[in-house]
């Protein structure tokens, strides 16, 4: 039962895949903490840029929109019929 500093004075002069692999599976609460910050922003950063100045439409805009469809079309092939 060693101490946890062990694991990261061994790691010293290993390299960048050893310390990735103690800081991946080390479970330390920091560790976990920055994990989960960093897989906010490589997925938050995207989503905002996406979803910027977009007006989100409910279900009764597009069913009003395909309404006004609906009346224009029925309304130019009648018209057109006489």
Same mark, same amino acid.
């Given at each position: 039962?060693?101490?946890?500093?062990? =694991?990261?004075?061994?790691?010293?002069?290993?390299?960048?895949?050893?310390?990735?692999?103690? #800081? %991946?599976?080390? &479970?330390? $609460?920091?560790?976990? =903490?920055?994990?989960?910050?960093?897989?906010?922003?490589?997925?938050?950063?995207?989503?905002? #840029? %996406?979803?910027? &100045?977009? $007006?989100?439409?409910?279900?009764?805009?597009?069913?009003?929109?395909?309404?006004?469809?609906?009346?224009?079309?029925?309304?130019?092939?009648?018209?057109?019929?006489?």
């Amino acid at each position: 039962m060693g101490s946890e500093n062990g =694991a990261a004075e061994d790691l010293k002069g290993k390299g960048f895949k050893a310390r990735m692999h103690y #800081y %991946m599976y080390s &479970g330390d $609460k920091k560790h976990v =903490a920055v994990g989960i910050a960093i897989f906010a922003a490589v997925f938050s950063v995207p989503w905002f #840029y %996406m979803n910027r &100045g977009k $007006k989100h439409k409910s279900h009764q805009d597009y069913m009003d929109k395909a309404e006004k469809a609906r009346r224009e079309r029925l309304s130019t092939s009648s018209s057109s019929r006489t």
